[in-house]
């Protein structure tokens, strides 16, 4: 019954994720066709940078609601627990609105956009208002409420699509002069998505039911005593997600890097689907597994989740990838040359996925320092693999460090795991799915000379044939689940 639960609750906020994020993605094909490699690699480092500084304001606040709101025992409690996070967050973030805005012009200078130091304080203000709203949304998630989720996430790409195509193909023809100095130019992207998190966090702002950001400074204690660990776990998980765009545009020479960047800004979000999953993953995940558990049923659960989670990747990972030549039409034809990429940033997608499965036992007892441990391991190795591999390999060496990085988090949590919380992995299982998923895998480069249609059913029936083993061997009852989604619903 738990392991159903945790399905349908996946399966809903991965249907609305997936909804909303693939909406939103629209945008790369239509920004990848019209602008140049260079120009999109603008846009890849400004929302490389907003994660570091998401996770620093948000100082960990979200897990730490979660976990004080699900042993809250009753509702006044959990507003407390409520307004005191949010007001932690929201005073975070006026402290680093007010540094960005005084200081503007010289981080221009630092990330070398001296022409168009508006840049800064957009990116600023587009963190400001998101973290402004991320414990909103956690209380949303922790009430279980996916469909109000689902509806602002929603409304929020819409207008943030709307307004792209109003700035890049309707602005132009409708005055002479533009807000920036090229009708293709990346702040209008910048400023498009700072208007709809405007707006949104307006309509999110009714969901807060009258409640205001305060701070219990008794309670914020204990909070941050259980979150700070998982801030400073934070800023490492995101750095070795992020800072390979950050050295890929120091590493490589200036007059190259920007449009290495834009191409392996686009490349990686091909990977959507699977980056996407994780997340919805995530999504449903985090309250589930932190709320009150016995520990005879967290483990079992736990163990049979990293089993059906990787059931699911792998599936995901070879319908990418026996379609990747359909899926390189999502970017533009000068994007396409880093399609070669694509499966090592797909396996580094479903390891991060891995490891936030075995990083659920220590945040749901508490023992949040181990978090340091993982994600310190993971940043050493993504500085160090990138440092040697992108003078030499360009952006191929950041994707082969990302994956590197992804393996040493895993062999981390996994030891952690077996000493401190032993779960029954079935790893024998696993290993199964990985192989037979490397066997169809492989069977698929078979099928490359044939003629288009004939080779993508063939594909096609590798896909099914994986899915079918799948569902005979794990004897999942697919109508049962499809029921227990739409009756969640």
């Not at 994660?51 to 976990?67: D, H, K, N, Q, W």
């Not at 001296?114 to 414990?135: F, H, K, R």
């Not at 039911?209 to 995101?238: F, H, M, N, V, W």
């Not at 492989?442 to 003629?451: D, K, Q, R, W």
Request: charged share 15%; net charge positive.
């Amino acid at each position: 019954m738990l392991m159903k639960k945790l399905a349908g609750q996946t399966a809903i906020y991965g249907i609305s994720s997936i909804v909303a994020r693939l909406l939103n993605y629209l945008l790369t094909p239509y920004l990848t066709r019209i602008m140049t490699d260079a120009q999109y690699g603008v846009i890849t480092d400004m929302y490389a940078l907003a994660p570091f500084a998401l996770i620093v304001l948000t100082m960990g606040m979200e897990s730490g609601y979660f976990r004080f709101a699900g042993r809250a025992t009753s509702q006044p409690e959990k507003n407390w627990v409520f307004a005191t996070t949010w007001g932690a967050v929201t005073l975070a973030t006026v402290i680093f609105m007010g540094l960005v805005l005084l200081f503007n012009n010289d981080i221009a200078r630092i990330m070398r956009y001296t022409e168009s130091p508006s840049y800064v304080w957009m990116i600023g203000s587009i963190i400001a208002l998101d973290v402004i709203a991320a414990i909103p949304y956690a209380r949303l998630r922790e009430q279980g409420r996916a469909a109000r989720y689902v509806v602002i996430r929603v409304i929020f790409v819409i207008i943030n699509i709307l307004l792209c195509v109003f700035f890049y193909s309707v602005l132009p023809h409708l005055s002479q002069q533009g807000l920036f100095p090229t009708d293709n130019d990346p702040g209008y992207t910048l400023l498009a998505n700072l208007i709809a998190c405007a707006i949104t966090l307006l309509i999110l702002l009714p969901t807060c039911e009258g409640i205001l950001p305060r701070i219990d400074r008794k309670l914020l204690r204990q909070i941050l005593l259980y979150s700070l660990p998982l801030l400073i776990s934070g800023i490492a998980g995101t750095g070795t997600q992020f800072i390979d765009r950050q050295m890929i545009k120091y590493l490589l020479p200036e007059d190259v890097s920007m449009g290495a960047l834009g191409v392996y800004g686009a490349i990686t979000k091909i990977g959507v689907i699977l980056y996407l999953f994780t997340q919805m993953y995530r999504l449903a995940a985090e309250p589930f597994f932190l709320s009150n558990f016995k520990k005879e049923d967290f483990v079992k659960v736990n163990a049979e989740a990293l089993k059906y989670f990787m059931i699911v990747s792998l599936a995901i990972f070879l319908g990418i990838e026996l379609f990747a030549d359909l899926f390189a039409l999502l970017v533009g034809p000068d994007f396409r040359q880093g399609m070669f990429i694509l499966p090592v940033v797909l396996a580094g997608y479903m390891l991060s996925g891995v490891w936030l499965n075995l990083s659920f036992w220590y945040k749901q007892s508490g023992q949040t320092r181990f978090a340091i441990y993982i994600t310190g391991t993971g940043l050493i190795f993504t500085v160090l693999a990138n440092w040697l591999l992108v003078p030499r390999l360009g952006y191929y060496g950041s994707a082969w460090a990302r994956l590197i990085s992804e393996v040493s988090m895993v062999a981390v949590s996994y030891w952690l795991n077996r000493k401190y919380c032993p779960t029954p992995y079935d790893l024998r299982r696993i290993g199964f799915y990985i192989l037979l998923a490397g066997v169809f895998y492989g069977v698929s480069f078979a099928t490359e000379p044939l003629p288009g249609v004939l080779k993508y059913l063939c594909n096609l029936a590798l896909l099914l044939l994986y899915a079918a083993v799948a569902v005979r061997k794990e004897r999942i009852d697919v109508a049962a689940l499809a029921r227990s989604v739409l009756k969640r619903r």
